[in-house]
């Protein structure tokens, strides 16, 4: 017998999870806040993993859906001093292993892949508590309820669902981004794209770093790396674009002007994004009828591995279910014992990777491949 399953969040892990849900046969209705698909921004460049988001696309059924949203030559790396000295540079050459996608198109990808009504758009949980029996009852912003006989939180950073299995919450890991965006970069920002090359630039220096990708239609899509406190964020008007731009601007003082571009010559407000984190290596005993996935269960500051991890844990959580299709318990069980030492791994191996890239280039050195 299938069990219907009630997910909160449709960003990538929790329509990955309704996908296999759906391959396997097994019902499930997904929430979300947002009114649309399209309601607001979905982010940038992914870089989709052959150990981890590949595997959770191609169990899915969508690998030849999936190609055709890759974007060819987005694997290229450059990396930079703050001189503008190209310390390392690769080239796209279609093998890397981690092809790189606009997070919208993937997103749509995996919604259009389930059956009509499996997203309930315009639902904004507001809360969530235990009833009996393993089951739990979620409230809405709306005002609507839902009683899930299982529940899983796909709902992010914020999850309303984590605080069923731990009292756990994000904290400020000292660091931030600052979001910008150059567009038509050729034309009218042709130094600064020059800088960043055909895919992804990376550069590291006193004051601290900047990373860009080149998006579809010539889009320079920068974050700005600084480790100050939040208090510091709060002091700028970031919707002063000329002002906070020149401020954030300051704390490069020397860098190359083709570098510094990508903050002064952004073409939109500069967006504040504080980086949070859970507990590295936080888990939680098992509570009857609920789990959650994806950042709800394992944030951590950007690494390159978030959208990959949710996608995954969709994918397995999927599978554990559809194969003890009559315990639940047994499922969420292996799951969860699973997930944790994966995104404990993944998350660890990221960190450690790019620490090293950053140390490299801080210190003026050439990278190697």
Excluded: C
């Excluded at 690769?90 to 009504?117: H, I, M, N, S």
């Excluded at 965006?181 to 770093?209: K, W």
């Excluded at 003890?324 to 969420?332: F, I, K, M, N, R």
């Amino acid at each position: 017998m299938t069990t219907p399953v009630t997910i909160i969040g449709a960003g990538l892990g929790g329509p990955m999870l309704a996908r296999v849900l759906h391959v396997h046969g097994i019902p499930a209705t997904v929430y979300e806040a947002e009114s649309a698909p399209t309601a607001r921004a979905q982010g940038g460049m992914l870089d989709i993993h052959d150990y981890n988001g590949l595997r959770a696309i191609e169990a899915a059924g969508l690998m030849d859906e999936f190609r055709g949203i890759v974007v060819p030559g987005r694997q290229a790396l450059r990396a930079l001093g703050s001189d503008g000295t190209v310390l390392f540079e690769r080239a796209d050459d279609g093998t890397g292993g981690r092809p790189e996608v606009q997070r919208a198109e993937l997103r749509q990808l995996l919604l259009d892949a389930l059956p009509e009504g499996t997203v309930r758009w315009g639902h904004r949980a507001s809360g969530a508590r235990t009833l009996d029996a393993g089951r739990h009852e979620v409230t809405f912003a709306n005002g609507a309820t839902v009683t899930a006989s299982l529940l899983v939180g796909a709902d992010g950073a914020w999850s309303r669902v984590r605080p069923l299995l731990t009292t756990a919450t994000p904290e400020y890991v000292g660091e931030s981004a600052v979001e910008t965006y150059l567009f038509d970069a050729d034309n009218r920002h042709a130094a600064a794209a020059q800088a960043v090359g055909g895919g992804m630039l990376v550069t590291s220096g006193p004051g601290g770093q900047i990373h860009a990708h080149r998006e579809k239609g010539e889009i320079l899509h920068a974050y700005v790396i600084l480790e100050r406190p939040l208090d510091w964020f709060a002091a700028i008007d970031f919707a002063d674009v000329a002002a906070s731009t020149a401020r954030i601007a300051h704390e490069f003082e020397g860098w190359a002007p083709e570098l510094t571009a990508l903050i002064t010559d952004s073409d939109t407000a500069p967006i504040h994004r504080p980086f949070y984190a859970l507990p590295a290596g936080h888990q939680w005993d098992r509570v009857p009828g609920v789990t959650v996935i994806g950042d709800a269960a394992h944030l951590a500051p950007p690494n390159g591995e978030g959208a990959n991890l949710a996608m995954v844990d969709g994918l397995e959580l999927g599978k554990a279910l559809a194969a003890h299709p009559g315990d639940v318990e047994v499922a969420l069980t292996e799951y969860e014992l699973a997930m944790f030492q994966r995104a404990s791994e993944d998350n660890a191996e990221a960190v450690e990777d790019f620490a090293e890239l950053l140390a490299a280039l801080a210190s003026g050195e050439s990278v190697s491949g």
